[in-house]
Nanobody
Framework: QVQLVESGGGLVQAGDSLRLSCAAS????????MGWFRQAPGKGREFVAT????????WYFDSVKGRFTISRDNAGNTVYLQMNRLKPEDTAVYYC??????????????????WGQGTQVTVSS
C-alpha cells in the first residue's frame, strides 16, 4: 500500500521559514517524479514545485521561485519543500504527490498517481 505522509506544517509569521517533509512508503521511490501542490480555502489545488527522479531538475510556480526549494533524498524515500520568506498568500494545505509516468517531472495534477493527506501551513501577517 502506497503512503505519502507530509509533516512540518504549522503557524508562522510573514517572513519566517518552514520545511515540509513527505515520507513515502510502499513504492519504489526513485522511479517516481515528485511534486508539491497546495490548496487555499475556497480555491482549487495548484502546483507549487516538482522534481525529477534523480533530483537534478526542478521547476517552480512563479510566485514561489526564489523562496521555495524542492529536494529529495532517494535513500530515505523523502521529498522536502524548504519555504523561506513566507507570505500570507502562501497559506494553504500543502500536498505531496508521486508521478510514475514517462514524464521527467510535471506541474499538472493529472500526471500524479499518488497523493498525501496534506499538511496545513498558515502564515500570519
Amino acid at each position: 500500500q502506497v503512503q505519502l505522509v507530509e509533516s512540518g506544517g504549522g503557524l508562522v509569521q510573514a517572513g519566517d521559514s518552514l520545511r515540509l517533509s513527505c515520507a513515502a512508503s510502499g513504492l519504489t521511490f526513485g522511479v517516481y517524479f515528485m511534486g508539491w501542490f497546495r490548496q487555499a480555502p475556497g480555491k482549487g489545488r495548484e502546483f507549487v514545485a516538482t522534481i525529477n527522479r534523480s533530483g537534478g531538475t526542478t521547476w517552480y510556480f512563479d510566485s514561489v521561485k526564489g523562496r521555495f526549494t524542492i529536494s529529495r533524498d532517494n535513500a530515505g524515500n523523502t521529498v522536502y519543500l524548504q519555504m523561506n520568506r513566507l507570505k500570507p498568500e502562501d497559506t494553504a494545505v500543502y500536498y505531496c504527490a508521486a508521478g510514475g509516468s514517462r514524464m521527467a517531472y510535471s506541474g499538472s495534477i493529472d500526471d500524479y498517481d499518488f497523493w498525501g493527506q496534506g499538511t496545513q501551513v498558515t502564515v500570519s501577517s
